[in-house]
Nanobody
Framework: QVQLVESGGGLVQPGGSLQLSCAAS??????????MGWYRQAPGKQRDLVAT???????NYVDDVKGRFTISRDNAKSTVYLQMNNLKREDTAVYYC?????????WGQGTQVTVSS
């Protein structure tokens, strides 16, 4: 069983930045084998992929966050990050962390990001 705890959400003005964190339970070795990702869900919409990072550090982004968001991982801290720059109103959503481990999916509880002036 893997538990994921997100943090770092909040209210930010358009053009601002936030960094989300997702800490995973379990051993460091287990974390190094996990594929990690960030997803988001806006009100009334489905949950969509934002970015992923493999156990080997390969990253992937959806087109509308490329150049603005950066996903990274610190295996020593069992934590994955999402640095979000130049935020737009349409980035407003609940952001969820997801882990793929031993052929199972695990989700965090989500953290709210609101971009508004």
């Amino acid at each position: 069983q893997v538990q994921l705890v997100e943090s770092g959400g909040g209210l930010v003005q358009p053009g601002g930045s936030l960094q989300l964190s997702c800490a995973a339970s379990g051993s460091i070795f287990e974390f190094t084998t996990m594929g990690m990702g960030w997803y988001r869900q806006a009100p009334g919409k489905q949950r969509d992929l934002v970015a992923t990072i493999t156990s080997g550090g390969r990253t992937n982004y959806v087109d509308d966050v490329k150049g603005r968001f950066t996903i990274s991982r610190d295996n020593a801290k069992s934590t994955v990050y999402l640095q979000m720059n130049n935020l737009k109103r349409e980035d407003t959503a609940v952001y969820y962390c997801r882990a793929v481990y031993s052929a199972r999916l695990y989700w965090g509880q989500g953290t709210q990001v609101t971009v508004s002036s």
